[in-house]
Every structure is written in C-alpha cells, then in structure tokens.
C-alpha cells in the first residue's frame, strides 16, 4: 500500500517500504532483506502508541 493511501484511510499502523510494485518484502529471494522487513514491521506494530502511524523502513530495495 502506497504511503499516502495509509495516511489517507489512517490505518492504525503501516510499514512503507519504497520496493517496486510487486516486491513488498524486497528483492525475490533475498531472505535476508525479507527478515530485516519482517522485523521491522514487527517492531513498528509494538512500538505504535497511537493509531494513524506510518513509518517508513528504510530498508533499499537491493
């Protein structure tokens, strides 16, 4: 989901990662960026206190 969409319908939380189309956990096969969106997104829904939260993971797509 594009950031602006997320921001627009205040999803109570949402990771932006800036990946093409198609690739929302990175490259194809690259486990190791995989684990690193994963756990960022993980933290990201702990570390939310209010809802409305966007956050973008600056992880680059690779």
């Not at 206190?49 to 600056?58: A, I, M, P, R």
């Amino acid at each position: 989901m594009s950031k602006e969409i997320s921001e627009y319908v205040n999803v109570p939380r949402s990771l932006y990662n800036r990946f093409p189309f198609g690739s929302a956990v990175g490259q194809p096969g690259n486990k190791e960026q995989h684990k690193q969106v994963l756990n960022k997104a993980l933290d990201t829904l702990v570390e939310a206190k209010e809802g409305g939260n966007v956050e973008e993971s600056g992880i680059k797509f690779k």
